[in-house]
């Protein structure tokens, strides 16, 4: 994915392989959270791009904007930082699928 291609609040999805012949797909879908949302990232060589996990997302929305008194941390919120270079390794809907029915076919015998 491209920086400005990415939408806060939106899902995006990682695919990767268990195996070398790529055909033993995992997918985990993660939801945009935003541009340099941590402190930490101004120690950051380029943009960390920020994202959460799905379960915690959907309990309690984006984390950024959360006012509750649950810990986030111990209810089991999870974030990933992508670099610029490894936004390249996410996709959206259309393209996870796509990546899943070209492990099908090399699965299959047919690639």
Request: net charge negative.
């Given at each position: 994915?491209?920086?400005?291609?990415?939408?806060?609040?939106?899902a995006y999805y990682q695919v990767i392989?268990?195996?070398?012949?790529?055909?033993?797909?995992?997918?985990?879908?993660?939801?945009?959270?935003?541009?340099?949302?941590?402190?930490?990232?101004?120690?950051?060589?380029?943009?960390?791009?920020?994202?959460?996990?799905?379960?915690?997302?959907?309990?309690?929305?984006?984390?950024?904007?959360?006012?509750?008194?649950?810990?986030?941390?111990?209810?089991?919120?999870?974030?990933?930082?992508?670099?610029?270079?490894?936004?390249?390794?996410?996709?959206?809907?259309?393209?996870?699928?796509?990546?899943?029915?070209?492990?099908?076919?090399?699965?299959?015998?047919?690639?």
């Open positions: 994915m491209l920086p400005h291609e990415l939408k806060i609040g939106s392989f268990a195996d070398r012949e790529l055909s033993v797909p995992s997918v985990e879908a993660l939801i945009y959270v935003g541009v340099n949302v941590f402190d930490s990232d101004i120690y950051a060589s380029g943009p960390m791009h920020t994202f959460q996990d799905t379960m915690s997302y959907f309990r309690f929305g984006l984390f950024t904007e959360y006012e509750g008194s649950e810990d986030l941390q111990e209810e089991g919120l999870v974030t990933y930082s992508f670099t610029l270079d490894q936004l390249q390794d996410l996709t959206d809907l259309a393209g996870a699928a796509d990546a899943l029915f070209d492990a099908l076919e090399r699965a299959s015998g047919k690639a």
